[in-house]
């Protein structure tokens, strides 16, 4: 990670987190949304119909075909990787609403804290004043 992009990444996240400056990176960013896209998927299915299931039926898949669409291992490692990419997606995703949700916790909890350290400080003032009164009392 270049220098820049660590001084423009906020200090609550982790490297993970960094914004992509360059078009390649924000390029980048959504192969893996589109490698786990349903309808990358569902071609990869028919793709994986055409040239494996078809011929285990005994029709006759062109050379040509399956020299362009791959054989057995090619489509398989695909939808695999796409199963990878898909739970990556899904794991960044839940990452960063656990964070937002773990912030909003945490201010919450802040907030309660402030509140809390107020009615203290007034109570222990009452308290005073209280036990000033009764020694007033006791006095005279």
């Known amino acids: ?25 924000r390029i980048l960013a959504y192969v893996p949304r589109a490698l786990s896209s349903h309808l990358h998927i569902l071609f990869l299915g028919g793709l994986g119909v055409y040239l494996v299931a078809l011929p285990l039926f005994g029709l006759h898949v062109s050379s040509q075909a399956e020299l362009i669409g791959g054989n057995y291992t090619n489509v398989t490692s695909d939808l695999g990787a796409c199963i990878a990419a ?8 839940r990452d960063r609403r656990r964070g ?26 009452a308290a005073k004043r209280a036990e000033e009164h009764a020694r007033r009392a006791a006095k005279g």
């Not at 898909?86 to 995703?93: A, Q, S, Y």
């Not at 949700?101 to 222990?124: C, F, K, M, P, V």
């Open 1 to 25: 990670m270049t220098d820049v992009q660590l001084a423009a990444q906020a200090p609550d996240q982790p490297p993970s987190a960094a914004v992509p400056l360059t078009r390649m990176d």
């Open 86 to 93: 898909g739970l990556t997606v899904h794991l960044v995703r």
């Open 100 to 125: 937002e949700q773990l912030r909003e916790l945490i201010g919450d909890l802040e907030r309660r804290n402030r509140l809390l350290e107020e009615r203290l400080a007034e109570t222990l003032a």
